[in-house]
């Protein structure tokens, strides 16, 4: 059996598909070991999995975005998506760096796998050889520069003609240049606290991996004609049930009205009034059942519910999303790829993060709508739930992402390739 190094970002997105993997290996009776944030240690642990803690700046709390974004407010749009990124992923290199470089000479492991935006792992990468296969986990919309797409961050479409290619081309000089410059700085800078040099754009880190695993269907992301060699789709990886009990009014979502589905997940949940109380407004007196998921945190912080409406702080996802006719959420890659998983179309306010990307690859396939903003109003989000109900070509849609999902194994996929990159391993 092979000893396996995992590390994530302490973000509950992250962590999540991580220890979806650790539970995978250790069932199989593998050594696996987890280098992410304190306060995911019981969860770690429960995963059977071996528990380190990253340090410094590193070690931040996800549930307090103001100790760690403390100018998040100041920043709208893209130019927000450029502080998020060099805030949480870029700056942090040096403290993962000083994290996981002695773990690694500690434990020796086969193979190494981090999470995608665990850049802490890359001057280890750019300054030698000598060191276990290191392969990443894409858990965030594939960020990986191409003549194919729009400069990542801007949540724009592949493009449509020549035009659009010389203008997405422009752009993408811009991103490097203006918009994600500061990034590049901190980077370069975060590089040399290492002792390594940043040569590359900082957002084509995917490119550097020995393998990259994407998650989710190739069928939710952009076509690439010059994709990465070292890039493979694995599938949807399996949402764990974060409950066992089902409420009291589950057998109300009889198929009698449709069911509209609405969560801000688990961290973006601190404001109910952007986007849980404006789609319980806007379908207050619809002929539908409204489901509302609290994301960890009491139902009563939600507020008044409508005579049609149902709440919990939690819910089963694959019991629940069979009964569900449309999803509305704030963009949550891994809630948006099982929602697709199961055939089920979406309305996708997406407005910090990754989200505005998420969004926007929804609204490409046709299986959503992209409201464009992460604060809608109630008129928008009732338009988009009557759209998506009334036209039956979003379900299609979501039905062809949800069968491209199917043909893939995530779990036994990403085991697999940990297994070829160390050697001669059991998956």
């Given at each position: 059996?092979?000893?396996?190094?995992?590390?994530?970002?302490?973000?509950?997105?992250?962590?999540?598909?991580?220890?979806?993997?650790?539970?995978h290996?250790?069932?199989?009776?593998?050594?696996?070991?987890?280098?992410?944030?304190?306060?995911?240690?019981?969860?770690?642990?429960?995963?059977?999995?071996?528990?380190?803690?990253?340090?410094?700046?590193?070690?931040?709390?996800d549930?307090?975005?103001?100790?760690?974004?403390?100018?998040?407010?100041?920043?709208?749009?893209?130019?927000?998506?450029?502080?998020?990124?060099?805030?949480?992923?870029?700056?942090?290199?040096?403290?993962?760096?000083?994290?996981?470089?002695?773990?690694?000479?500690?434990?020796?492991?086969?193979?190494?796998?981090?999470?995608?935006?665990?850049?802490?792992?890359?001057?280890?990468?750019?300054?030698?050889?000598?060191?276990?296969?290191?392969?990443?986990?894409?858990?965030?919309?594939?960020?990986q520069?191409?003549?194919?797409?729009?400069?990542?961050?801007?949540?724009?479409?592949?493009?449509?003609?020549?035009?659009?290619?010389?203008?997405?081309?422009?752009?993408?000089?811009?991103?490097?240049?203006?918009v994600?410059?500061?990034?590049?700085?901190?980077?370069?800078?975060?590089?040399?606290?290492?002792?390594?040099?940043?040569?590359?754009?900082?957002?084509?880190?995917?490119?550097?991996?020995?393998?990259?695993?994407?998650?989710?269907?190739?069928?939710?992301?952009?076509?690439?004609?010059?994709?990465?060699?070292?890039?493979?789709?694995?599938?949807?990886?399996?949402?764990?049930?974060?409950?066992?009990?089902r409420?009291?009014?589950?057998?109300?979502?009889?198929?009698?009205?449709?069911v509209?589905?609405?969560?801000?997940?688990?961290?973006?949940?601190?404001d109910?009034?952007?986007?849980?109380?404006?789609?319980?407004?806007?379908?207050?007196?619809?002929?539908?059942?409204?489901?509302?998921?609290?994301?960890?945190?009491?139902?009563?912080?939600?507020?008044?519910?409508?005579?049609?409406?149902?709440?919990?702080?939690?819910l089963?996802?694959?019991?629940?999303?069979?009964?569900?006719?449309?999803?509305?959420?704030?963009?949550?890659?891994?809630g948006?790829?099982?929602?697709?998983?199961?055939?089920?179309?979406?309305?996708?306010?997406?407005?910090?993060?990754?989200?505005?990307?998420?969004?926007?690859?929804?609204?490409?396939?046709?299986?959503?709508i992209?409201?464009?903003t992460?604060?809608?109003?109630?008129?928008?989000?009732?338009?988009?739930?009557?759209?998506?109900?009334?036209?039956?070509?979003?379900?299609?849609?979501?039905?062809?992402i949800?069968?491209?999902?199917?043909?893939?194994?995530?779990?036994?996929?990403?085991?697999?390739?940990?297994?070829?990159?160390?050697?001669?391993?059991?998956?």
């Amino acid at each position: 059996m092979a000893t396996y190094l995992l590390a994530a970002n302490p973000i509950h997105g992250h962590v999540g598909p991580i220890l979806s993997v650790a539970r995978h290996l250790v069932a199989r009776g593998h050594r696996v070991v987890v280098l992410t944030g304190t306060r995911f240690s019981s969860q770690v642990e429960g995963a059977g999995a071996e528990h380190r803690a990253l340090t410094g700046t590193a070690d931040y709390d996800d549930r307090r975005p103001d100790t760690y974004l403390p100018d998040g407010a100041r920043y709208r749009g893209v130019r927000r998506a450029e502080y998020d990124i060099r805030t949480i992923f870029v700056e942090t290199i040096p403290d993962q760096y000083r994290s996981i470089r002695p773990l690694i000479d500690d434990l020796r492991p086969d193979a190494v796998l981090v999470d995608g935006a665990f850049a802490g792992v890359l001057p280890l990468i750019a300054q030698t050889d000598d060191r276990p296969p290191i392969l990443a986990l894409g858990v965030t919309p594939l960020s990986q520069t191409s003549r194919d797409v729009a400069p990542y961050g801007l949540a724009l479409p592949p493009p449509r003609g020549r035009f659009d290619r010389l203008r997405y081309a422009a752009m993408g000089a811009a991103a490097r240049r203006v918009v994600f410059a500061p990034t590049q700085r901190a980077g370069a800078r975060a590089f040399a606290a290492t002792g390594a040099e940043l040569r590359e754009f900082i957002m084509d880190a995917s490119r550097h991996y020995d393998r990259f695993l994407q998650t989710g269907p190739a069928a939710l992301e952009y076509p690439r004609t010059d994709l990465a060699t070292n890039t493979r789709f694995v599938g949807v990886l399996p949402q764990g049930a974060t409950i066992s009990r089902r409420p009291s009014w589950w057998e109300e979502l009889d198929g009698e009205r449709p069911v509209v589905h609405v969560t801000q997940g688990t961290i973006d949940n601190h404001d109910f009034g952007r986007l849980v109380r404006p789609t319980l407004d806007a379908l207050a007196d619809r002929h539908a059942a409204v489901v509302v998921t609290a994301g960890g945190r009491e139902v009563e912080a939600i507020g008044p519910l409508p005579r049609n409406a149902y709440a919990a702080s939690y819910l089963d996802y694959d019991a629940l999303l069979p009964r569900v006719d449309v999803v509305v959420t704030n963009g949550g890659y891994g809630g948006v790829q099982a929602t697709l998983a199961a055939g089920v179309p979406l309305v996708v306010a997406g407005g910090t993060e990754d989200k505005p990307e998420v969004a926007a690859r929804v609204g490409w396939t046709g299986a959503g709508i992209d409201l464009r903003t992460g604060t809608p109003d109630a008129a928008s989000v009732g338009s988009a739930v009557a759209s998506i109900l009334n036209d039956r070509s979003y379900r299609a849609a979501a039905q062809r992402i949800a069968a491209d999902a199917a043909t893939h194994d995530a779990l036994g996929e990403i085991a697999q390739h940990l297994a070829e990159a160390a050697g001669g391993v059991t998956p």
